[in-house]
């Protein structure tokens, strides 16, 4: 068994206390060292995908035109393109170029210039990562929009999600491309759900599975801590081999529904365990779900619930790993 986390702009600046959320995005060197920081504080751990360059949801959104807002201690927000509110039909998008639209460059050029230290420090760029089609359509329309569109105007929904698939095949060669040390795809898609199983049929998995075999690779990992009971059953034969999940799903339950080709990656509370609980609550929620798992921890990574949300302490994180290696 292992013990890891997905450590993303939310926590990590916070926790170091060198950075806003905003220094975080826009100083390089806060950014390594920040990331640097975490991992030599919990050697122990495996933070993924590693490295991480992100803008927020804003990376994939901005390559389309949306408008982004930047906040010093919070999230930056992508607009929908129209204002939210609208129109419940589904939007006619031209393809962007990822090698030079919105922010793609930048995300791209962050680990170019971060490269050489990253590997001087022992470690790789190892996993392309996007935000999946969905959540992507729900960010440029508005979520309530999307999810109305779906179901009344099919069409342009379908027309729609295939630009947007076409472009993620894209960003992910790009990646690819650019680092041949990348062996891992990493899709990040809440959206998932919230819809329902016939959706998940017709829009989620034929998707999904044309962005995991964008490229060759060994680890295709998706991130959906919402409802996952919705697609588990479909992770398998999408090509997904890493689930993360929500922490309202027992893990036992998921293993049954996800089936054994699929490892899982979860599944304390994030926020009410891990954030504002004390260490012993920490221990005490690694043991319930390992009684659950009734010693079996075979394709079993321990990690939260979902990322790491903002105010997880040292001392929880470290009582989180401590009692995983147990």
């Keep these: 068994k292992e013990s890891s986390s997905i450590p993303s702009c939310p926590w990590l600046p916070e926790w170091s206390g060198q950075a806003s959320i905003l220094d975080y995005y826009v100083s390089d060197k806060l950014w390594f060292e920040t990331n640097m920081a975490a991992i030599r504080t919990f050697p122990d751990a495996v933070f993924l995908p590693g490295f991480w360059s992100e803008y927020g949801m804003c990376t994939e959104p901005s390559a389309f035109g949306s408008k982004l807002v930047w906040h010093e201690h919070e999230l930056p927000f992508a607009s929908a393109l129209n204002g939210v509110g609208a129109g ?9 170029d990822p090698r030079c639209s919105g922010l793609m460059p930048f995300t791209l050029r962050r680990l170019q210039l971060a490269q050489p230290a990253i590997e001087a420090e022992g470690h790789s760029i190892r996993f392309a990562v996007a935000r999946g089609p969905l959540n992507i359509a729900s960010f440029l329309m508005g979520t309530t929009e999307f999810l109305m569109a779906m179901q009344l105007d099919p069409d342009g929904i379908a027309a729609m999600l295939e630009v947007i698939t076409e472009f993620l095949e894209d960003w992910i060669k790009v990646q690819a491309a650019t680092f041949p040390s990348i062996r891992g795809v990493f899709i990040l898609d809440d959206i998932v759900g919230f819809v329902g199983p016939d959706d998940v049929d017709r829009w989620v998995a034929p998707s999904l ?9 060994d ?4 991130h959906n801590d919402a409802n996952g009971v919705i697609c588990a059953a479909r992770l398998a034969d999408i090509g997904v081999n890493l689930f993360n999940f929500s922490f309202e799903h027992p893990i036992d339950e998921m293993r049954t529904l996800a089936g054994d080709k699929v490892a899982l990656l979860g599944n304390v509370p994030p926020r009410d365990v891990l954030a504002v609980g004390l260490p012993d609550d920490v221990r005490r929620s690694v043991r319930e779900m390992k009684m659950r798992l009734k010693g079996d921890y075979s394709n079993v990574v321990f990690s939260c619930g979902g990322g790491l949300p903002p105010g997880v302490p040292t001392a929880n994180l470290k009582a989180f790993i401590d009692e995983a290696a147990v």
Excluded: C, T
């Excluded at 599975?209 to 690779?217: G, Q």
């Excluded at 680890?219 to 998706?222: A, D, E, G, K």
């Design 219 to 222: 680890i295709r990992f998706f």
């Design 88 to 96: 419940e039909k589904a939007l006619v998008l031209e393809k962007p």
């Design 209 to 217: 599975r044309r962005v995991f075999s964008a490229i060759d690779s």
